[in-house]
């Protein structure tokens, strides 16, 4: 078997030389771009939030208000006295249908809210308290929207407005 010829320890650093200048060469390609190309930091910011559209009512789209009575109780307050409380409750509609003016419309919806207006559990807050107005103005609301809709197909209710005052009783 022929020997193989050995290098020398020379050409053997050589070669290690020039791997060398080629990485310091590499290396100062990658510091002169990083020099050259500017490089700027920005804070992420969220996008801004859209706001919902609101929807407008078409020219078709109507708002109707409807006087449905005045109910009035005797409550004990907080204090112990007797106050009378009385609502004026105002259903507001949006429909598109023809209106047909309803004649009488306390004494349609009378027991529909009397009902639930007397037997309203706190029915002492409804005066002061936002949340026993919502409580009761939806449960009048869940009261009289059938009704409602079959007098008024095509207008529906959006909202009961209480309007609650509560005063010396009478004498």
Excluded: C
């Excluded at 020379?10 to 080629?22: N, P, T, V």
């Excluded at 004026?88 to 949006?94: E, F, G, S, T």
């Excluded at 949340?131 to 959006?158: F, H, Y």
């Amino acid at each position: 078997m022929a020997r193989r010829k050995k290098k020398s320890v020379a050409s053997r650093k050589h070669r290690w030389i020039w791997l060398l200048i080629l990485a310091l060469v590499a290396t100062g390609v990658a510091i002169a771009i990083a020099l050259i190309v500017p490089l700027h930091l920005q804070a992420i910011t969220p996008p801004p939030e859209k706001p919902a559209p609101v929807k407008a009512p078409t020219s078709r789209t109507a708002e109707k208000t409807l006087s449905l009575g005045s109910y009035g109780v005797m409550v004990q307050t907080s204090s112990g006295k007797e106050k009378a409380l009385t609502i004026d409750p105002i259903a507001v509609l949006r429909g598109h249908a023809p209106w047909h003016a309803l004649t009488r419309s306390e004494d349609l919806f009378n027991s529909l809210i009397a009902n639930p207006f007397m037997a309203f559990p706190q029915l002492d807050q409804v005066a002061h308290s936002a949340a026993a107005q919502n409580a009761l103005s939806q449960q009048i609301k869940d009261n009289i929207a059938p009704t409602l809709s079959r007098l008024e197909p095509g207008w529906r209710i959006v909202r009961i407005d209480l309007h609650p005052v509560l005063q010396a009783p009478p004498p």
